[in-house]
């Protein structure tokens, strides 16, 4: 009889022990894709320096299991045992990979892969789903009327696109950009770090909707883009406030005199705002006239923090050169610092503020984007507030208000967080407080 029993239950075993098995080989392939694409960053990453002109020095490999041991170190552990400080608790990674027309996504915390998905999809479809989203903001016809721009260059209206109604476009890219089994698996993160691939690096990800209680995520978590995959290994120390507000460097409204080749529309608020923030942090900000790029450019080097409230202009053609941010000169183009000229400058600020009109966008590449945020990070700082599109003056001065008045006892990507719910409590258009991202790691 018991000889019996157990005979009748060896399909059940064996069944269970298939399904084990299957799991295994699944959740051992996905690594193996995850290995892959990080593989591909590295050869990418790579041909992007040496088109730079840049000295390549060793890439070191990344693997899903090294970014999960990079955040299994407790941040109670890791300050009694006196180490250095990566990510704080909760911190989960968003990493992406675009390859034959399939997007993949990982989501990646401290105990390895949560989440993973794969859908056959063109970049076009993508690139479609992140302008509807824009244009339901009616962020770019914003933008058009506060950007800098070239007098040959003609602005016209924006493209005669079918505006996608506002839910619908932030549930399309929600459902592209975090699909369903990552979105199921989130719930759990406090710091979210995105590794994108091309525009993906663009969207504002505060406003998804990736939770079945219809939350925006930027109200369960705080959002800040990796500028590679390979950013993630490195160790940062345990940031200190108190050295961030100890010689900020605060430029507002540079004197621009007349341009022959450009049109540069008035930032009226732009003096105010840099003068608030001064106030916050007891400096003496450079406005005007006094904001000339040679006394910037003589100034940065020693900064704790940068903040800079002007004109900013990205370059997809050419975002080395052509990418720069607008201060003072005798000349209008002799006061351009550009991206190019910005990562040849050894800076040793904690954080900079680039409160301008689209320093978020550059060139995409399938490794993020390469434009002043990138630039500034390769000087040395390593936390970017980055805008994704332009804002009035007076929606901006508010956020870095509140920005500024978080840093001191959060995180910056926690303070930033902070900073867009509290403006949204009174305003709560999102093209008035979700513009801006830390480029960076969270802490």
Request: charged content about 20%; overall charge positive; hydrophobic content about 40%.
């Amino acid at each position: 009889m018991q000889r019996r029993r157990i005979l009748k239950s060896a399909p059940f075993f064996l069944s269970l022990y298939a399904s084990a098995a299957y799991a295994q080989n699944r959740s051992n392939d996905i690594e193996q894709r995850f290995d892959l694409a990080a593989a591909k960053h590295k050869r990418e990453l790579r041909d992007l320096w040496v088109s730079r002109g840049a000295p390549v020095t060793r890439i070191p490999d990344v693997t899903s299991r090294s970014i999960a041991e990079v955040l299994s170190v407790r941040e109670k552990e890791r300050r009694e045992g006196g180490k250095e400080v990566t990510y704080p608790d909760g911190t989960f990674v968003l990493f992406y990979s675009y390859d034959e027309e399939n997007l993949q996504v990982w989501l990646v915390n401290g105990l390895g892969i949560k989440a993973y998905h794969q859908r056959k999809i063109s970049k076009q479809e993508i690139s479609e789903a992140i302008i509807n989203l824009r244009n339901s903001l009616n962020v770019d016809s914003l933008q058009r009327s506060r950007v800098p721009h070239q007098r040959s260059i003609k602005i016209v209206p924006g493209a005669t696109h079918k505006r996608v109604p506002r839910n619908k476009a932030i549930t399309d890219l929600t459902q592209i950009l975090i699909p369903t089994p990552v979105a199921n698996e989130l719930s759990a993160a406090k710091h979210l770090v995105v590794v994108p691939v091309f525009e993906i690096g663009t969207v504002p990800y505060a406003i998804l909707k990736p939770f079945k209680s219809n939350a925006l995520l930027i109200e369960e978590m705080s959002v800040s883009i990796a500028p590679s995959l390979f950013d993630l290994g490195q160790v940062l120390y345990a940031r200190d406030s108190r050295r961030a507000f100890a010689a900020p460097l605060i430029v507002g409204n540079p004197y621009l005199p007349e341009g022959v080749d450009w049109s540069v529309p008035p930032l009226p608020g732009a003096e105010q705002e840099a003068q608030a923030v001064a106030k916050m942090m007891n400096a003496t900000p450079l406005l005007g006239r006094e904001a000339t790029k040679v006394e910037v450019v003589s100034r940065a080097g020693e900064a704790s923090l940068l903040y800079f409230a002007t004109h900013g202009v990205a370059s997809e053609r050419n975002p080395l050169s052509d990418s720069f941010l607008m201060l003072s000169a005798e000349r209008f183009e002799q006061g351009w610092w550009t991206a190019k000229e910005i990562q040849s400058t050894r800076l040793t600020a904690e954080i900079a503020v680039l409160s301008a009109c689209q320093t978020g966008l550059g060139q995409t590449h399938d490794a993020g984007i390469k434009g002043l945020s990138r630039a500034f990070q390769i000087a040395g700082v390593p936390r970017v507030v980055m805008s994704l599109w332009s804002v009035d003056d007076q929606a901006t001065s508010k956020l870095m208000q509140a920005f500024i008045k978080q840093l001191e006892t959060h995180i910056p990507a926690e303070a930033l967080r902070q900073a867009m719910l509290e403006v949204r409590q009174n305003n709560p258009e999102p093209s008035k407080w979700a513009s801006f991202v830390l480029f960076g790691t969270p802490r």
